[in-house]
């Protein structure tokens, strides 16, 4: 058995990001400043955006994407039941509904039959997510966008360097949130950043900082002046040059990040591949995943074990675990408001029963993954049914 404790998803932070950090500690500028003009200025190029602002989060990149939409009181958002509650909960906070839709079984992204049939003359944005790093299906959402006259944001949390038949996540035209929270696959800490086309992202700009009109640190500036004034009562939800530096180091070894994982994931599928217990992730032909999340399902039917007992066993083997996530429509506030019961969304429901995350970052080596790898396969070959 595995002696030390293996963490799922721990970030992968290296001397280049101390540096990064200790070098702006340095200078006037530690919060909003020149590394953060610098870091959206290198995730445009990497992305292919349009235009991008960096922000303290990426709930705070959705939450002003909202606003930045118009969306408020009487408007619905339509939201996949199976994210992080922070999708749905941005919906709230601009006083506008959130519909929960069932997710496809395959790649527990919104299923766009579920979207259709959940738009109402009130429906004013689809909210997908690429769950796990696997992209939602965009040109069904796109069709319904353009048929109703909606606006398409994605959660774009798991979905750093995501292709979508080839394409970049983060390249289009509409608004993107991405992530880059310590568990994700390129991290600020805490950071995260809106994408889209410029009128969008720079009334995103102001929207997340105070409603001032003009780029605030600039007024610090001997280049800028004193005065600025607030066009509407925004956030603050603006990236400091201490996450920017640690964001920019980060950008430079995404590729050998994502090579990694990818090399984790094929380890894990030669592992897995026989046991008919284990439903295993996918990747259709027409997607590039970021391979955020592993997860794997067990097929119940076929073992005597179940998920929470799987998870319990593998930890005193000193392998972690998690689960992702508690679909949205079963955390009590969203229960109790619109009153769901966890089987009117059976697709996200089943999934959350048997669903499991294992470890996926770029820092495992080789016999980390066998250690896993040999944990699950014992788990389940002493545990059919
Ligand atoms: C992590 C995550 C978020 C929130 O990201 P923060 O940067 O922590 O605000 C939103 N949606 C999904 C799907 C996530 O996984």
């Given at each position: 058995?595995?002696?030390?404790?293996l963490?799922?998803?721990?970030?992968?932070?290296?001397?280049?990001?101390r540096?990064?950090?200790?070098?702006?500690?340095?200078?006037?500028?530690?919060?909003?400043?020149?590394?953060?003009?610098?870091?959206?200025?290198?995730?445009?190029?990497?992305?292919?955006?349009?235009?991008?602002?960096?922000l303290?989060?990426c709930?705070?990149?959705?939450?002003?994407?909202?606003?930045?939409?118009?969306?408020?009181?009487?408007?619905?958002?339509?939201?996949?039941?199976?994210?992080?509650?922070?999708?749905?909960?941005?919906?709230?906070?601009?006083?506008?509904?959130?519909?929960?839709?069932?997710?496809?079984?395959?790649?527990?992204?919104?299923?766009?039959?579920?979207?259709?049939?959940?738009?109402?003359?009130?429906?004013?944005?689809?909210?997908?997510?690429?769950?796990?790093?696997?992209?939602?299906?965009?040109?069904?959402?796109?069709?319904?966008?353009?048929?109703?006259?909606?606006?398409?944001?994605?959660?774009?949390?798991?979905?750093?360097?995501?292709?979508?038949?080839?394409?970049?996540?983060?390249?289009?035209?509409?608004?993107?949130?991405?992530?880059?929270?310590?568990?994700?696959?390129?991290?600020?800490?805490e950071?995260?950043?809106?994408?889209?086309?410029?009128?969008?992202?720079?009334?995103?700009?102001?929207?997340g900082?105070h409603?001032?009109?003009?780029?605030?640190?600039?007024?610090?500036?001997?280049?800028?002046?004193?005065?600025?004034?607030?066009?509407?009562?925004?956030?603050?939800?603006?990236?400091?040059?201490?996450?920017a530096?640690?964001?920019?180091?980060?950008?430079?070894?995404?590729?050998?990040?994502?090579a990694?994982?990818r090399?984790?994931?094929?380890?894990?599928?030669?592992?897995?591949?026989?046991?008919?217990?284990?439903?295993?992730?996918?990747e259709?032909?027409?997607?590039?995943?970021?391979?955020?999340?592993?997860?794997?399902?067990?097929?119940?039917?076929?073992?005597?074990?179940?998920?929470?007992?799987?998870?319990?066993?593998?930890?005193?083997?000193?392998?972690?675990?998690?689960?992702?996530?508690?679909?949205?429509?079963?955390?009590?506030?969203?229960?109790?408001?619109?009153?769901?019961?966890?089987?009117?969304?059976?697709?996200?429901?089943?999934?959350?029963?048997?669903?499991?995350?294992?470890?996926?970052?770029?820092?495992?080596?080789?016999?980390?993954?066998?250690?896993?790898?040999?944990?699950v396969r014992?788990?389940?070959?002493?545990?059919?049914?």
């Open positions: 058995m595995r002696k030390e404790f963490s799922y998803n721990p970030p992968t932070i290296g001397e280049a990001e540096a990064g950090v200790m070098e702006t500690l340095c200078t006037p500028w530690v919060t909003t400043g020149p590394k953060t003009v610098a870091f959206e200025g290198e995730l445009k190029t990497y992305l292919g955006a349009p235009a991008v602002v960096a303290n989060s709930t705070a990149g959705l939450h002003v994407g909202l606003v930045a939409l118009g969306v408020g009181p009487g408007d619905e958002v339509i939201v996949p039941a199976m994210t992080f509650c922070a999708t749905a909960n941005v919906v709230e906070h601009v006083g506008a509904r959130p519909i929960l839709v069932d997710v496809c079984p395959d790649t527990l992204t919104m299923d766009p039959e579920a979207v259709r049939a959940a738009i109402t003359p009130r429906t004013k944005v689809l909210l997908p997510v690429h769950y796990g790093g696997h992209p939602a299906h965009l040109d069904e959402l796109d069709a319904l966008a353009a048929q109703h006259g909606l606006f398409l944001l994605e959660d774009a949390a798991h979905a750093i360097s995501t292709r979508y038949k080839g394409r970049l996540i983060g390249s289009r035209a509409n608004l993107a949130a991405f992530s880059f929270y310590a568990t994700k696959n390129l991290t600020t800490v950071g995260g950043c809106l994408t889209g086309e410029q009128s969008l992202v720079d009334k995103s700009r102001i929207i900082h409603g001032m009109n003009r780029d605030a640190w600039k007024r610090f500036d001997r280049s800028g002046s004193w005065y600025y004034e607030v066009v509407l009562p925004g956030f603050k939800y603006n990236m400091t040059d201490m996450q530096a640690i964001g920019l180091a980060q950008l430079k070894r995404l590729g050998s990040f994502q990694r994982r090399e984790v994931v094929a380890r894990y599928e030669a592992g897995f591949k026989d046991l008919t217990a284990l439903e295993l992730p996918v259709l032909p027409w997607a590039h995943s970021s391979w955020h999340l592993y997860v794997i399902r067990l097929r119940l039917e076929q073992l005597r074990i179940d998920r929470n007992t799987f998870i319990d066993e593998l930890k005193s083997r000193n392998i972690g675990t998690s689960v992702h996530y508690l679909p949205v429509h079963m955390h009590p506030y969203y229960r109790d408001k619109y009153g769901y019961r966890a089987e009117d969304l059976p697709v996200a429901a089943d999934a959350y029963s048997r669903m499991l995350s294992l470890p996926l970052h770029a820092a495992l080596t080789d016999e980390d993954v066998d250690d896993v790898i040999q944990a014992e788990l389940i070959l002493s545990n059919l049914a």
